[in-house]
């Protein structure tokens, strides 16, 4: 090494490395093409301006301003509308967790979740491998299929609602058939938080099938033909190859249905209000009624920052993962 | 091979194909009984809603629930409304998302990592933590039961920014240094190669901000009460309120015509819809 780098070790101090040279000869031309990159570059920052601009505007004055506003409007005893508000330090973080309500709230919002994306993901998994078969028909059953997910959540409510009727309502009609009572879906827990489940599942539903379809599509034919050959069964199959290669599908739906099942509001606000006796309410919902039902707008920006940090702390895992290409994880 | 193992094999590949059928139709018939329910039930009269044994078909289908609707809330308003600021909205979005990816791919300009980090990190802020201090500013501003309240503070686009950007990313370099050899400006340049090159995104974009214009709820529930500028979501629990679940077939009548919009939308242009709903997965 040393005796390569001797020779050519006088000439380096302060020389310029090789590639430099070019510049040098074009030097007269310098002053004038610097001051058309310049020109250039001040174009393109207009133009930036211009075109980039009113959407980081928005951005800053919808979306991060609200951000900072509502972590500081959280140290507040401050009701929505009052012109006086009283610094109360973390003091609406702690009565949030030391509330007798809050144990309830995160139960449900426990049940709620698991069930929402846990149910979405077997179901819309179970349909996407029965839409996967060559079956004539299967395109009419998949438009049908992700039609909820295109509707809005509080008409789904409504319509289910009536669905759900326990006297005049198709689903006791169904129950009726195979001998058993329609429960008092509306009113006697725990079948309103029941009721509400079914509703996102059959919403959300379509929109996970045709993901894990695509997904398993994308399985190579040959991989299933050598299993076969091996002597695998349909549900080995299933269980040792395909599955395997649908985790990265499988995370993604993971994280985006527990991003919306967190932040689920229409379809609880039209079928139960989160009631009865709050047995409904799940994070997101609280915040609303904290705030615009109860007006206690402070104390809702805390439990806004709580369901914030939950919510956060999905994205994090999300990305940690998604760099890992999870499926050889 | 026998005849008799053939036949065997034959008959295993057959049954699971009947099986599949079957809980093919099942699916089917229970995923799209609901909105076939409420379609017929806004059809009956008030008597063979609440009758029992059920009735399936409506003996005399008529309009008379979605009349009584409109007699109770300003139904025809609350569509204009909905259109309106679907369309207005959805066209605002998709016109900010594209001319903002525009400038993030296209443009050399200082801090523009940092503007996309910008972009992109406002998809982890959950719309919930902005609401109240936005209602606070609208109100102040007086936009409460105006149309600029209900659009402005949800316009800013960032799954349509990244999207557009994404997509840009693809394009041919070549094209556009041609054009620029041409002498095209920035703004030619946008929509005369950009957006031509990007249809499919662009109806991916729009669509998917048709849907959700048209769907929002809470936001536009919060700062209207006033039935000349709300839109029809809001309108359910307008009517829902005073009609209570008395009146099945009104409501469900108004319910239908919140829904039968963005359905007809779905089932014209359910390529590049689904394609839209669905672009997050293939995007990661």
Same mark, same amino acid.
């Given at each position: 090494?040393?005796?390569?780098?001797?020779?050519?070790?006088?000439?380096?101090?302060?020389?310029?490395?090789?590639?430099?040279?070019?510049?040098?000869?074009?030097?007269?031309?310098?002053?004038?093409?610097?001051?058309?990159?310049?020109?250039?570059?001040?174009?393109?920052?207009?133009?930036?301006?211009?075109?980039?601009?009113?959407?980081?505007?928005?951005?800053?004055?919808?979306?991060?301003?609200?951000?900072?506003?509502?972590?500081?409007?959280?140290?507040?005893?401050?009701?929505?509308?009052?012109?006086?508000?009283?610094?109360?330090?973390?003091?609406?973080?702690?009565?949030?967790?030391?509330?007798?309500?809050?144990?309830?709230?995160?139960?449900?919002?426990?049940?709620?979740?698991?069930?929402?994306?846990?149910?979405?993901?077997?179901?819309?998994?179970?349909?996407?491998?029965?839409?996967?078969?060559?079956?004539?028909?299967?395109?009419?059953?998949?438009?049908?299929?992700?039609?909820?997910?295109?509707?809005?959540?509080?008409?789904?409510?409504?319509?289910?609602?009536?669905?759900?009727?326990?006297?005049?309502?198709?689903?006791?009609?169904?129950?009726?058939?195979?001998?058993?009572?329609?429960?008092?879906?509306?009113?006697?827990?725990?079948?309103?938080?029941?009721?509400?489940?079914?509703?996102?599942?059959?919403?959300?539903?379509?929109?996970?099938?045709?993901?894990?379809?695509?997904?398993?599509?994308?399985?190579?034919?040959?991989?299933?033909?050598?299993?076969?050959?091996?002597?695998?069964?349909?549900?080995?199959?299933?269980?040792?190859?395909?599955?395997?290669?649908?985790?990265?599908?499988?995370?993604?739906?993971?994280?985006?249905?527990?991003?919306?099942?967190?932040?689920?509001?229409?379809?609880?606000?039209?079928?139960?209000?989160?009631?009865?006796?709050?047995?409904?309410?799940?994070?997101?919902?609280?915040?609303?009624?904290?705030?615009?039902?109860?007006?206690?707008?402070?104390?809702?920006?805390?439990?806004?920052?709580?369901?914030?940090?939950?919510?956060?702390?999905?994205?994090?895992?999300?990305?940690?993962?998604?760099?890992?290409?999870?499926?050889?994880? | 091979?026998?005849?008799?193992?053939?036949?065997?094999?034959?008959?295993?590949?057959?049954?699971?194909?009947?099986?599949?059928?079957?809980?093919?139709?099942?699916?089917?018939?229970?995923?799209?009984?609901?909105?076939?329910?409420?379609?017929?039930?806004?059809?009956?009269?008030?008597?063979?809603?609440?009758?029992?044994?059920?009735?399936?078909?409506?003996?005399?289908?008529?309009?008379?629930?979605?009349?009584?609707?409109?007699?109770?809330?300003?139904?025809?308003?609350?569509?204009?409304?909905?259109?309106?600021?679907?369309?207005?909205?959805?066209?605002?979005?998709?016109?900010?998302?594209?001319?903002?990816?525009?400038?993030?791919?296209?443009?050399?300009?200082?801090?523009?990592?940092?503007?996309?980090?910008?972009?992109?990190?406002?998809?982890?802020?959950?719309?919930?933590?902005?609401?109240?201090?936005?209602?606070?500013?609208?109100?102040?501003?007086?936009?409460?039961?105006?149309?600029?309240?209900?659009? %402005?503070?949800?316009? =800013?686009?960032?799954?349509? !920014?990244?999207?557009?950007?994404?997509? /840009? *990313?693809? $394009?041919? +370099?070549?094209?556009?240094?041609?054009?620029?050899?041409?002498?095209?400006?920035?703004?030619?340049?946008?929509?005369?190669?950009?957006?031509?090159?990007?249809?499919?995104?662009?109806?991916?974009?729009?669509?998917?901000?048709?849907?959700?214009?048209?769907?929002?709820?809470?936001?536009?529930?919060?700062?209207?009460?006033?039935?000349?500028?709300?839109?029809?979501?809001?309108?359910?629990?307008?009517?829902?309120?005073?009609?209570?679940?008395?009146?099945?077939? %009104?409501?469900?009548? =108004?319910?239908?015509?919140? !829904?039968?919009?963005?359905?007809?939308? /779905? *089932?014209? $242009?359910? +390529?590049?819809?689904?394609?839209?709903?669905?672009?997050?997965?293939?995007?990661?």
């Amino acid at each position: 090494m040393t005796t390569i780098a001797t020779p050519r070790a006088p000439e380096d101090p302060g020389a310029p490395p090789a590639g430099s040279a070019a510049p040098e000869r074009t030097a007269p031309q310098r002053p004038r093409r610097s001051r058309l990159a310049a020109g250039r570059r001040r174009t393109a920052l207009l133009w930036a301006l211009l075109l980039a601009g009113p959407n980081i505007a928005l951005l800053l004055v919808f979306v991060y301003r609200p951000l900072v506003e509502s972590l500081y409007l959280s140290t507040l005893q401050w009701n929505l509308g009052s012109p006086t508000a009283r610094f109360v330090g973390l003091g609406n973080y702690v009565e949030w967790f030391t509330a007798p309500t809050t144990g309830r709230v995160v139960t449900t919002t426990l049940v709620f979740t698991v069930a929402t994306v846990g149910g979405a993901m077997v179901l819309g998994l179970g349909l996407a491998l029965l839409l996967n078969r060559r079956l004539r028909g299967r395109g009419v059953a998949r438009t049908v299929a992700f039609a909820p997910y295109v509707l809005g959540g509080f008409a789904v409510g409504i319509l289910w609602l009536f669905m759900f009727d326990p006297r005049y309502g198709l689903i006791q009609e169904v129950l009726g058939w195979v001998g058993i009572a329609s429960p008092e879906w509306y009113t006697n827990r725990p079948w309103p938080l029941v009721m509400v489940i079914v509703v996102y599942l059959w919403k959300n539903l379509g929109y996970v099938a045709l993901i894990y379809l695509a997904g398993l599509q994308a399985v190579p034919q040959d991989l299933k033909d050598a299993a076969a050959i091996d002597g695998a069964s349909a549900a080995r199959t299933l269980r040792s190859v395909v599955l395997p290669l649908l985790t990265p599908t499988t995370f993604f739906l993971l994280v985006t249905m527990l991003l919306s099942s967190l932040q689920s509001f229409d379809t609880i606000k039209a079928m139960t209000q989160g009631g009865p006796l709050g047995s409904t309410t799940t994070l997101m919902y609280s915040i609303y009624v904290e705030s615009f039902v109860n007006g206690r707008a402070g104390y809702a920006s805390a439990v806004a920052t709580v369901l914030f940090l939950v919510l956060l702390a999905v994205t994090a895992v999300q990305l940690r993962f998604v760099q890992q290409k999870v499926h050889y994880a | 091979m026998t005849a008799a193992t053939l036949q065997q094999s034959a008959r295993r590949r057959r049954s699971p194909q009947v099986g599949g059928y079957l809980t093919m139709i099942l699916a089917t018939v229970v995923l799209g009984a609901p909105l076939l329910w409420m379609a017929l039930a806004s059809l009956k009269a008030p008597d063979e809603l609440y009758q029992l044994p059920l009735q399936w078909l409506p003996a005399q289908p008529d309009l008379d629930n979605y009349a009584q609707a409109a007699g109770a809330i300003p139904l025809g308003r609350l569509l204009a409304n909905s259109i309106g600021l679907t369309i207005v909205g959805a066209g605002l979005k998709v016109a900010l998302g594209l001319c903002c990816a525009y400038a993030l791919v296209f443009l050399d300009f200082p801090f523009r990592k940092v503007v996309f980090g910008l972009v992109i990190a406002t998809l982890m802020i959950p719309p919930q933590i902005t609401i109240i201090p936005n209602y606070t500013l609208v109100a102040s501003l007086g936009w409460l039961n105006t149309y600029q309240g209900i659009l %402005v503070p949800g316009l =800013a686009s960032a799954f349509g !920014t990244f999207l557009f950007r994404q997509h /840009f *990313l693809t $394009l041919p +370099r070549s094209v556009l240094e041609a054009a620029e050899l041409d002498g095209a400006g920035h703004w030619r340049k946008l929509w005369r190669f950009v957006v031509p090159m990007s249809t499919p995104t662009l109806a991916a974009v729009a669509l998917v901000s048709v849907v959700t214009e048209w769907n929002d709820y809470l936001w536009p529930f919060l700062v209207v009460d006033d039935p000349s500028t709300m839109t029809l979501p809001v309108g359910l629990t307008l009517l829902q309120n005073t009609d209570g679940m008395t009146n099945w077939g %009104v409501l469900l009548a =108004a319910t239908v015509v919140v !829904t039968l919009p963005i359905l007809l939308v /779905f *089932l014209v $242009l359910q +390529r590049r819809l689904v394609a839209g709903l669905t672009a997050g997965a293939v995007t990661g």
